[in-house]
């Protein structure tokens, strides 16, 4: 696949390259990098390019800046038989997403439905990202975030 920006066509496997090495420069480790790195990629592949590679810039310097944690210790708490909360540790929003997910998940496969409340995490990017990984375990995934209130609804 290709993403096209500004008129310059990028194939996705070189643009994904790019943007793991980036991070792994930065201070992620390769899974995060990777998670990272595919988030924004598919971003742009769905036409989304406000949560694309244009954030690149912003997590690497967060990173660099020590506002996201590069080797987070997430800490799960079950609160029921289908929930939990997931205390992000300040990771990467979508490493603790993805992490978020996995754990309803997994809920769901126990419970028939799962739902964990995620705290100390950061910008996550597109929710499709996450709520996508529940087709896979043929399940309806849905993600959510909270946001600064210079956001419209």
């Not at 996705?12 to 480790?29: I, K, M, N, Q, S």
């Not at 800046?65 to 708490?77: D, F």
Request: hydrophobic share 45%; proline share 3%; net charge neutral.
């Amino acid at each position: 696949m290709e993403t096209r920006t500004a008129g310059v066509v990028v194939k996705a496997e070189e643009l994904l390259a790019f943007c793991r090495e980036t991070l792994v420069r930065a201070g992620l480790d390769d899974s995060g990098a990777e998670t990272v790195a595919q988030s924004l990629v598919e971003a742009d592949l769905r036409g989304i390019a406000t949560h694309g590679v244009a954030r690149l810039w912003l997590y690497e310097r967060r990173v660099r800046a020590g506002l996201i944690r590069p080797k987070p210790n997430m800490e799960l708490v079950r609160t029921g038989p289908a929930t939990a909360s997931l205390r992000g540790a300040h990771g990467a929003g979508q490493v603790v997403g993805a992490r978020g997910m996995s754990e309803a998940i997994a809920l769901a496969g126990e419970a028939g439905v799962g739902c964990v409340a995620v705290t100390e995490s950061n910008h996550f990017g597109i929710a499709s990202f996450f709520s996508m990984k529940a087709i896979r375990h043929e399940m309806i995934g849905v993600a959510l975030c909270h946001s600064d209130s210079l956001v419209a609804p």
